[in-house]
């Protein structure tokens, strides 16, 4: 509920709905794991509100709006976030406040975070600081919402009053959120019709009815702890509603499966809710879900079962189509259970097996889209690390001498005269063929379209010693110096390298030893850990932002190999690319986005010890033979190994 006078529009009859003929502007918001709805951008939140206009019960992909967004999608059925590729999902909601607040003029309030970049305030707050900038007020004190800040519009200062921490705010102008009028039509579940009052006991209407009353009694239990409604003894007889909608209470003795064989009754039972939320909690959905079967019942079959001259009157709202639940527990259903309608077990939620996180959350979403209640679970974490380990287990690898490398200062720069680097690994060309020059894209019989350079006519064509590409001397110049400098050449066709090419990876540190513990895939060998430790610091000349600082998120970095033959041979050849400075660079992350940060530089590294759930941890058979194909690439091959 609001706070008078914040922009946001008081709920109605506890469903989050606006009177009639009210207008109001629409906020979508997912629920992070702090706690805090998090709302969408403008564009993402008009997009979700065009497809909710063709369909209520539809899916939304949100990266057809918004590129960083390409893995998620929104099902309107159960109103949650669905992340494809891990399968974690999260609840959403559709917020309402009034036009004239900030939502609804396409105001925007932000703060500046670490990386420099801004991150927008929650929509609550941001719609409080909006009104108190409205009224001309001096500052604003955020403690009544819950957060230890003080907002200063002089300075445009965000100040934490514990830290005294200051952080810049700002202000900027978007799109509005999207604008609607009238009543907001309900999803339905089930087919609406005239009830009998005694629910029929054909096989459909008994799987209807008893996940139905399932999913009702969640319903009225949140409502009794929202609104403090009394609840009767659990052998009482007689009704409540809720929503419009009958609630079933129990007659004593009913329902008397509770929890055997792996099974969880969904229906009813008197198992304690203890019991069956832990169940649930430890459980994990099996590929194809095994839907419940009932014995034939009157000679009724399903294809019979809409003949009846009656329909169950339904909830408007499924069974997870409340904000802020990600686990449904069964427990709450107990004792809701019309007389003669058997609890329904969803069985083998226990089933052993490698199952893909991203096949249990799809599934999750068709349970709840054929009405089936429905427990949703978390993804599974990674296992980054071992177990804790003493310092007399870490052994040396062996064949590898020492268990440290470190990269200095002095070692960073080892200039080079271009044109001799250039002349070094070519041979000039008498006679040019008539092709062009892949640098320059001119003939190479013409001249070089880079300017000259003392000492090298613009004319003059080399051709590379080992690969025998063809190219204008200047071309090749202006590429090296374009380039890292250290005095090596790579062919811009076939990228062979000539000479030893180095990186611009800052100042570090790497260790390397061998732990008593096997990786999944080789359970015969023990494991040998790479720890890669970079501090921040400022670019030099030959990074993106000379000068600037760079941060180092992450670090030290755990990362794992097979202590057999060829992990040892991956690992020598690793320690040759630390000295050449080639694991690291300064860029922009591919994961979040952050720039003039310390990034891998395309040699793949395992940081998963005990499992693979992200593509960076084992068991990946064909991992060495990759690694080994990436460092041939950056010049680290295999011959370059002594024996």
Request: charged share 20%.
């Amino acid at each position: 509920m609001a706070r008078p006078g914040s922009g946001m529009l008081v709920s109605v009859n506890g469903l989050g709905y606006p009177p009639q003929n009210l207008a109001r502007v629409v906020v979508w918001e997912w629920l992070n794991e702090h706690g805090r709805w998090r709302p969408y951008n403008v564009t993402t939140c008009h997009h979700i509100e065009n497809v909710l206009k063709g369909d209520t019960r539809g899916t939304v992909v949100l990266g057809q709006v918004d590129a960083q967004l390409a893995p998620y999608v929104i099902d309107l059925q159960s109103m949650h976030q669905f992340r494809q590729d891990t399968g974690t999902m999260r609840p959403v909601h559709r917020n309402f406040y009034e036009p004239s607040s900030a939502p609804g003029k396409g105001v925007v309030w932000e703060w500046e975070n670490d990386s420099g970049s801004w991150t927008p305030y929650d929509m609550e707050i941001c719609v409080t600081i909006q009104n108190a900038y409205e009224k001309q007020h001096p500052w604003l004190d955020l403690t009544s919402l819950g957060f230890c800040y003080l907002i200063d519009f002089n300075s445009m200062v965000q100040t934490n009053r514990q830290s005294q921490r200051k952080r810049r705010l700002r202000r900027r102008m978007d799109l509005a959120y999207p604008l609607i009028m009238g009543s907001i039509p309900k999803s339905q579940s089930w087919p609406v019709g005239a009830s009998s009052g005694q629910p029929c006991s054909c096989q459909q209407c008994i799987l209807v009815n008893s996940t139905r009353a399932a999913s009702n009694a969640i319903l009225a239990s949140q409502h009794r702890k929202l609104y403090g409604g009394a609840t009767g003894p659990s052998g009482a007889t007689g009704t409540h509603t809720f929503a419009g909608t009958t609630l079933w209470s129990p007659t004593s003795g009913a329902g008397t499966n509770n929890i055997q064989h792996n099974n969880i009754s969904a229906g009813g039972g008197q198992a304690k809710a203890e019991q069956v939320q832990s169940l649930l909690s430890s459980a994990n959905f099996p590929c194809s879900p095994a839907l419940p079967s009932l014995p034939p019942a009157h000679g009724h079959s399903h294809a019979h079962a809409h003949s009846h001259g009656h329909h169950a009157i339904i909830n408007g709202q499924n069974n997870l189509n409340r904000p802020g639940t990600q686990r449904i527990s069964m427990g709450t259903a107990r004792g809701a259970i019309p007389p003669g309608v058997p609890p329904l077990p969803v069985k083998n939620l226990t089933v052993s097996g490698p199952v893909h996180p991203a096949i249990a959350g799809m599934t999750g979403i068709l349970m709840c889209a054929a009405g089936l209640p429905v427990c949703l679970t978390r993804a599974p974490k990674p296992i980054l690390h071992p177990p804790p380990i003493n310092k007399s287990d870490m052994k040396p690898v062996p064949g590898v001498n020492g268990i440290r490398r470190k990269t200095k200062k002095k070692h960073l720069r080892r200039g080079k005269n271009p044109e001799d680097v250039v002349r070094r690994y070519t041979e000039k060309v008498k006679v040019a063929p008539d092709e062009d020059c892949t640098i320059c894209r001119e003939r190479l019989v013409m001249s070089s379209g880079y300017e000259g350079v003392k000492g090298i006519k613009p004319e003059v064509v080399g051709k590379l010693g080992k690969c025998g590409h063809m190219y204008h001397l200047l071309c090749l110049v202006a590429m090296y110096n374009n380039g890292n400098k250290d005095g090596s050449l790579q062919c811009p066709t076939c990228k062979a390298i000539y000479g030893e090419k180095t990186g611009t990876q800052p100042p570090g540190k790497m260790e390397y030893h061998v732990i008593p513990h096997c990786l999944p895939g080789y359970p015969e060998a023990k494991t040998i850990r790479i720890v890669y430790d970079i501090p921040a610091g400022l670019q030099t000349t030959e990074h993106p932002n000379p000068g600037k600082k760079f941060s180092a998120r992450g670090f030290p970095r755990h990362c794992y190999l097979p202590d057999n033959n060829k992990g040892r041979r991956v690992l020598k050849l690793l320690i040759m690319a630390w000295d050449r400075r080639l694991i690291f660079t300064i860029g922009t992350s591919s994961t979040t986005g952050e720039s003039d940060t310390v990034v891998w530089n395309e040699i793949h590294h395992k940081t998963e010890f005990g499992s693979n759930l992200t593509g960076h941890g084992y068991p990946d058979p064909n991992y060495l033979d990759n690694v080994l194909t990436e460092l041939s690439a950056q010049g680290v091959g295999q011959d370059n190994l002594k024996d």
